[in-house]
T-cell receptor, first 112, second 110 residues
Framework: GQQLNQSPQSMFIQEGEDVSMNCTSSSIFNTWLWYKQDPGEGPVLLIALYKAGELTSNGRLTAQFGITRKDSFLNISASIPSDVGIYFCAGHSTGTASKLTFGTGTRLQVTL | SQTIHQWPATLVQPVGSPLSLECTVEGTSNPNLYWYRQAAGRGLQLLFYSVGIGQISSEVPQNLSASRPQDRQFILSSKKLLLSDSGFYLC?????????FGQGTRLTVV
């Protein structure tokens, strides 16, 4: 099935550093979502974005809905060890039979 | 509040054996339901989705099938498992856009 381009694929960062990842699509989406998946568990919804240009925060996480509606960004400030996991973006468009399109994932590893 | 239950958590099955994974949702009506598969360290591959009882759409041709016998029940099945069916299977539900996932089933076909 269709997937979004998500980058970077993986990243090693030091504890306390800020993290940025992004997702791009050739299609316009009306909703952007960001998920985090811990090893052996299902993805958990972190942030939902509903309007182009929207900037939303959830604790140390901040996500933005791109103006073109074809991209989204997730930033994590002052990373901590429990931020380790795989982060997925997902896009949703009305009229696509309610399916979400998921990004390929960014694997985040934090070194102490 | 809505909850999603998926079981079993882990499963080891021999090649050629049948499979049945079950997923149920509580606290909502007429949810959209999904089955995803995830290979180790990889992304989410949508296998099936359903917008209502008895309505199943398949995303990729494969050795698996899905059924929705009740509004909040989604079942993933196979008549004869292949080695390539091993993976992490995730059930999810959504209302409009946001999807919420179960805890997953780790299937190992030996």
């Amino acid at each position: 099935g269709q997937q979004l381009n998500q980058s970077p694929q993986s990243m090693f960062i030091q504890e306390g550093e800020d993290v940025s990842m992004n997702c791009t699509s050739s299609s316009i989406f009306n909703t952007w979502l960001w998920y985090k998946q811990d090893p052996g568990e299902g993805p958990v919804l972190l942030i939902a974005l509903y309007k182009a240009g929207e900037l939303t925060s959830n604790g140390r996480l901040t996500a933005q809905f791109g103006i073109t509606r074809k991209d989204s960004f997730l930033n994590i400030s002052a990373s901590i060890p429990s931020d380790v996991g795989i982060y997925f973006c997902a896009g949703h468009s009305t009229g696509t039979a309610s399916k979400l399109t998921f990004g390929t994932g960014t694997r985040l590893q934090v070194t102490l | 509040s809505q909850t999603i239950h998926q079981w079993p958590a882990t499963l080891v099955q021999p090649v050629g054996s049948p499979l049945s994974l079950e997923c149920t949702v509580e606290g909502t009506s007429n949810p959209n339901l999904y089955w995803y598969r995830q290979a180790a360290g990889r992304g989410l591959q949508l296998l099936f989705y359903s917008v209502g009882i008895g309505q199943i759409s398949s995303e990729v041709p494969q050795n698996l099938s899905a059924s929705r016998p009740q509004d909040r029940q989604f079942i993933l099945s196979s008549k004869k498992l292949l080695l390539s069916d091993s993976g992490f299977y995730l059930c999810a539900w959504s209302g409009f856009a946001e999807a919420f996932f179960g805890q997953g089933t780790r299937l190992t076909v030996v």
